[in-house]
């Protein structure tokens, strides 16, 4: 486990600055647009190339092509050089076709996500569109590079260069803030605001796609267009990658009746809607992207070398270690966001243009995502199980149930709950769903690796919960105090996050030290000794 602690180290680093920064952004962004008519067709624009990158290659990054490049530099005798040049010339052909495509059809593409928008809200969001699709080039080459760089063991550049796109957006913002008179209404946006918000968007992407070439560069691979397909490995890759792709698009299926319902409550309630959803999970993801996704990352190709050599004893201590580390982290984080959510929200949100009340409901949305954290950070880890195989075809059977579940209770909150609750609604189906997801994947997953030390992992995560009980607990007072002692105000949130988050993690950390909870006790340990020196 202790090199999967320093490279998540490492990488954690590198996320904690990518999601802080990626905070502020998004703070900034709500104080500018707010989250109704503008705020909305901002995010659904902004959504949109991410589901495109996802359908067109963020999928099988790690499914696929990750295996197949540790494959590759294996077995090929120039190291797999010319395999990843002609990965690259083809993933530059076919996200440059696909930006170009998708610019062209952004009407639709906005239709499509959208619950009948008229008027100049449609309007705003196609404009911003237009502005934003052609990032899905960049973003697409940009984590080809940072996937060629993780198999390579070169974890840093890629958990680093969001930064730089998130001080872009940062700096958008704070401009639209000065130089706009319209604010958070879409009637009073004029051309320049919207190419304001649409170009510094993709810009910010581009920087951050250019960091990374740079770094791959850098580690040594040199670029030289190769246009032939064969040597890419087209047809594994397909046959590989079509499950993938059907993973990817019933998981943006998902996604789309989440969007459009979404967008729907919006329409009832101002303040209640898509908006509220995307920021209320975006927060969900700070503390899955610092923990969990460094692990991941550097997992994956671990347990892909460990079953090309058929060590499948590795690939279940790799999983367990990864487990274990991970929740030592996840399972107090997501209590507190249970407790806390309200008072992040206002922290962050409650300015400019975002009102008080709009904030509480982001975080009161956060608060049901919370519930979420454990098992969706749990079902991601059983997956790269799966893909360590190259076994692309279970992760869509499961990724269907999960969907199935996601949609049909989904339906039922739109339909039965009040409209300022649908939203809160539609944070509780996702969460169920990836509750029932994990365990489905669980078991199949351990079928296919003879065992995935259950007992140990559930023994050791019991602990972690009653362990983080106490965190909870003082965190909840802080909260009552405070909302006693002043409401929820940007001050009174400050203090209440500092002294129920803060010293809640502090005694999570004490407490865990002495149940002698050994992941939490190589986590201090690797701090004193980075301190130590």
């Known amino acids: 486990m202790s090199r999967l602690l320093r490279a998540g180290a490492i990488m954690a680093a590198g996320t904690m600055a990518s999601r802080v920064t990626g905070f502020l952004r998004t703070a900034v962004l709500a104080a500018a647009i707010g989250t109704a008519a503008l705020g909305d067709a901002y995010n659904v624009a902004y959504t949109i190339p991410l589901i495109l990158f996802e359908l067109l290659i963020g999928g099988v990054l790690s499914s696929v092509i990750v295996p197949m490049v540790v494959r590759a530099r294996h077995h090929d005798p120039d190291g797999g050089t010319v395999y990843e040049q002609r990965l690259m010339t083809f993933a530059i052909l076919l996200l440059g076709v696909a ?10 593409i906005v239709d499509l996500y959208t619950d009948d928008w008229t008027g100049a809200k449609r309007e705003a969001a196609i404009t911003l569109a237009r502005f934003i699709l052609p990032q899905i080039a960049f973003f697409g080459i940009g984590a080809l590079a940072g996937a060629i760089l993780n198999t390579r063991d070169r974890f840093a550049a890629p958990m680093w260069a969001p930064v730089l796109n998130n001080l872009v957006m940062i700096v958008v913002g704070l401009v639209y803030l000065v130089v706009s008179g319209a604010g958070s209404s879409v009637e009073a946006a004029t051309p320049s605001d919207l190419a304001l918000l649409g170009i510094g968007t993709t810009a910010g992407i581009v920087v951050q796609c250019l ?17 032939g397909v064969r040597g890419v490995g087209l047809g594994e890759m397909g046959r590989t990658a079509a499950w993938t792709f059907a993973y990817v698009g019933i998981m943006q299926f998902g996604f789309w009746v989440t969007t459009k319902l979404a967008t729907g409550a919006g329409d009832r309630v101002s ?19 610092v923990i969990a996704v460094s692990v991941i990352t550097a997992m994956l190709p671990r347990m892909s070398r460990s079953v090309a050599d058929g060590q499948l004893g590795q690939v279940r201590e790799e ?10 982290m996840i399972i107090p984080a997501g209590l507190l966001l249970m407790v806390l959510g309200p008072a992040v929200a206002v922290l962050i949100f409650g300015h400019g243009n975002m009102t008080i009340s709009n904030a509480v409901y982001i975080g009161n949305v956060l608060q049901i995502f919370g519930l979420a954290l454990v098992p969706f950070s749990i079902f991601q880890l059983l997956l790269r199980v799966f893909y360590s195989f190259g076994d692309t075809r279970t992760p869509a059977f499961l990724a269907a149930g999960n969907v199935a579940v996601n949609a049909l209770l989904s339906l039922v909150s739109y339909l039965v709950l009040p409209d300022r609750y649908i939203v809160m609604g539609l944070a509780c189906s996702y969460t169920v769903s990836y509750m029932t997801g994990a ?22 995560l019991t602990r972690m919960y009653l362990v983080a009980l106490p965190a909870a607990g003082l965190a909840l007072a802080v909260l009552w105090g405070g909302e006693r002692w002043a409401g929820l105000t940007t001050f009174s949130s400050l203090v209440i996050l500092a002294a129920g988050g803060g010293l809640g993690m502090l005694l999570y950390f ?5 149940a002698r909870i050994p992941e939490v006790g190589s986590l201090v340990g690797l701090v004193a000794g980075r301190v130590g020196r």
């Open 211 to 227: 960091a990374l070439v740079i770094s791959l560069h850098r580690a040594g691979f040199r670029f030289r267009p190769r246009f």
């Open 319 to 328: 999983f367990a270690s990864g487990v274990r580390l991970v929740c030592s």
């Open 510 to 514: 004490v407490v865990a030290h002495r």
């Open 439 to 460: 365990g489905f994947a669980w078991v199949r997953a351990s079928r296919k690796v003879g065992g995935l030390d259950g007992r140990r992992v559930a023994g050791a």
């Open 99 to 108: 930006a170009v495509v998708s610019v062209l059809l952004a009407p639709l």
């Open 271 to 289: 303040g209640a809607g898509n908006s509220a959803y995307a920021y209320a999970y975006q927060l969900f993801q700070l503390p899955y992207g």
